[in-house]
């Protein structure tokens, strides 16, 4: 579908992100993208490294939390985060 794409299509929708975003938009931009790509892969080879290790058997019969009293369960959680 997007295989076939010239030059002419590609400096067409070069100059649409120009208009749109702006010259001292768009380096920004691709620098945010850069670094989340950064972060992404960064976060993979941390995933892959690390070793999971089993929860005892007697964890999985009494659930993830029954270990700590359920005042102690509400007082340990994060405040979440708020976006505006």
Do not use: H
Not at 42 to 60: C, L, Q, Y
């Amino acid at each position: 579908m997007f295989g076939n794409l010239g030059f002419t299509e590609i400096l067409l929708i070069m100059m649409v992100f120009l208009l749109l975003f702006g010259a001292k938009r768009i380096p920004e931009i691709a620098g945010s993208f850069g670094k989340g790509i950064k972060e992404f892969k960064k976060n993979m080879t941390d995933i892959g490294n690390t070793e999971v290790t089993p929860p005892p058997d007697n964890a999985r019969l009494r659930g993830p939390d029954a270990t700590q009293p359920s005042a102690t369960r509400e007082e340990s959680r994060p405040e979440p985060k708020r976006l505006i």
